[in-house]
């Protein structure tokens, strides 16, 4: 059967399919990816919806969200789960799971222009001082500058081996001292309002609490 002949419904198990097999593999290798991903992208969704992005837009976000580091399939799982801060060397080559996941994802995702701008743009910083190409201001992609900031935020309030994480409070303030030359300003307006008092997200830095909670069942 030739590719036009594959009828659309199908084509689509099939990718979506592959997209879970990609997302197993990375959770075998590093557990703590598995949850993040998943994290991130309610928090980017919130935060695509409090922005006032189209429904198709903030599920279309909140995909790629799920697949941000899928390139970390790549990377050394001594580096994944090294104790400890990484060298300047080994910060480089983690961050290469930026251009690894371009990779992997290309031949899939064909059509899908946010997915690949996440992937490979979610560590550029709004200054011109990320990875991999030094992008800044707009120039970044509204997805990638969304789950940006997601992902720090997800990234500061989870403890990890090495470290314990931030309360709340840091955490917005982290992201407050850095809008503008990191993250986006508005999406951390967007993300600082949703942790308002009272609001599901204000539970966030307590886990247990957030996930029986089920804070976005409109999303
Ligand atoms: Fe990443």
Not at 105 to 127: C, F, Q, S, Y
Request: charged share 20%; proline share 6%; net charge negative.
């Amino acid at each position: 059967m030739r590719r036009s002949q594959i009828p659309d419904c199908f084509a689509q198990e099939l990718f979506l399919s592959a997209l879970k097999s990609l997302a197993h593999a990375l959770q075998a290798k590093d557990p703590y990816t598995a949850g993040h991903a998943l994290r991130v992208s309610l928090l980017a969704k919130a935060v695509a919806q409090e922005l006032g992005l189209s429904p198709a837009e903030v599920r279309q976000i909140g995909f790629a969200a799920e697949l941000h580091d899928i390139g970390k399939i790549g990377i050394s799982e001594r580096l994944l789960h090294k104790r400890g801060p990484l060298t300047d060397y080994e910060y480089d080559e983690v961050m290469r799971h930026t251009m690894i996941g371009e990779q992997i994802i290309a031949p899939l995702m064909g059509v899908d222009l946010t997915v690949k701008e996440v992937v490979r743009w979610h560590h550029e910083r709004m200054n011109g001082t990320g990875t991999p190409d030094g992008l800044s201001g707009d120039d970044i992609p509204l997805a990638a500058r969304v789950v940006a900031v997601a992902d720090a935020f997800d990234a500061m309030t989870s403890a990890r081996p090495y470290r314990t994480s931030l309360s709340l409070d840091a955490a917005r303030r982290e992201l407050l001292e850095n809008a503008g030359t990191q993250f986006d300003p508005e999406c951390v307006a967007a993300l600082v309002r949703l942790l308002a008092p009272h609001s599901p997200l204000a539970a966030y830095n307590n886990p247990g609490a957030y996930w029986c909670q089920t804070p976005f069942p409109h999303l």
